[in-house]
């Protein structure tokens, strides 16, 4: 845990945040004021929404309904019905304030996780509760560490409040445990990991981050960010909430938006200590998550049988599609997430665009270092099997 150790990966992360200020330059028309921005604040580009998908119909001439949207990770069999219920019946009362304290929510989900109401924070969406983290806990001079590529949020959370992140870069698609031990110091506050990762898909067992928790200091707050980790299926798949259950400040975060598929009314919860609940509590807005999420979401909780359904299209197609993908001779990064990062002979930008015009739409990973990759989400086999035709078709014209 030397200062020399961070070195490569403290590079990436100045070299990463000159990227993102020139990028918020040419995106502004005065240019930058570095006077206007509080000096708390970073400097990061603003989220620049891809084209929604009304516009792509419209400009590739077909029906809303036939764009196949593989790019977001979201779940394809839609919200649980008994969701969609409560939220119609919750509008009625939309005309006043919603439970600040989510406090039904909190009781289903604490019976659920077998921990108590006053370990969970609920947030709109798991990507405010990693804002509220960063917020709540990391002073000026301490940092973050996490994983690069991962979820992009940890780092840009952390350089909008003018934190810095240290990276430690994956190996073989795979977060270097090792690596990151070595970026922790005295300076460090929080280190994220994503299990499963996006946008690789990877996991870590048990044991390596039972490992990792023994390593890093009990004073560093570890964060285990479970969005996909309802569609783990390795029997290693460590559960955080109860195989780390005594590491103090070890939060666990979990969303409604993947396989509850709640992805548009954001909602999301933080398990850990009761001190480090009431200190978000603190800190987040009192109105953080709308009556009409807090009821579906409740709802949704209590629908097994769409739950159940929708981790096992995802677990099934999984299986396939990573199959059919490697016998179009590409190479699969084996996921135990809701999508598949598969790379391409070349390029990927020209694959991803001719999908696109087909009305199938990918992520390119160009942003996260992989030029020749592209996540997909795993949808439905009628889905899928469309994808991989147009893709195969695609490659032999390569
Ligand atoms: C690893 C990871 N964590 C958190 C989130 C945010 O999810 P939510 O919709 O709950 O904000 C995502 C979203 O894609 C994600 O990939």
Known sequence: ????????????????????????????????????????????????????????????????????????????????????????????????????????????????????????????????????????????????????????????????????????????????LAGMAALVDRRTKLVFIANPNNPTGTYLPRRHLAAFLARVPRSVIVVLDEAYGDFATAVDFPNGVVDFKGRPRLVVLKSFSKAHGLAGLRVGYAITDAALVYHMDAVRQAFNVGSVAQAAALAALGDEEHFERSRRLVRDGRVELERRLIQLGLEVVPSQANFVLVRLPNDAAPIVERLRQKGILVRDLRGYGMPDAVRVTVGTRAMNLRFLLVLEDLLQGV
């Open 1 to 176: 845990m030397s200062a020399a150790d961070d070195q490569p990966s403290a590079r990436v992360t100045e070299e990463e945040t000159r990227r993102a200020i020139a990028a918020a330059a040419r995106g502004s028309a005065g240019g930058l004021d570095p006077t206007l921005v509080s000096s708390e604040i970073g400097l990061v580009a603003p989220f620049r929404p891809p084209k929604i998908r009304s516009e792509l119909a419209e400009e590739l001439g077909i029906d809303e309904g036939d764009i196949l949207d593989l790019s977001a990770n979201e779940n394809a069999l839609g919200p649980s019905p008994k969701a969609r219920t409560a939220a119609i019946e919750a509008l009625g009362a939309a005309h006043r304030y919603p439970d600040g304290g989510a406090q039904s929510l909190r009781a289903a989900l604490a019976d659920r996780h077998g921990v108590t109401p006053a370990q969970i924070v609920v947030g709109n969406g798991s990507y405010e509760l990693i804002d509220l983290l960063v917020r709540t806990f990391v002073s000026p001079g301490e940092t973050i560490v996490t994983g690069w590529p991962s979820f992009v949020v940890y780092r840009l959370t952390a350089l909008s409040y003018g934190r810095e992140a240290l990276l430690a870069p994956l190996r073989h698609h795979r977060y270097d």
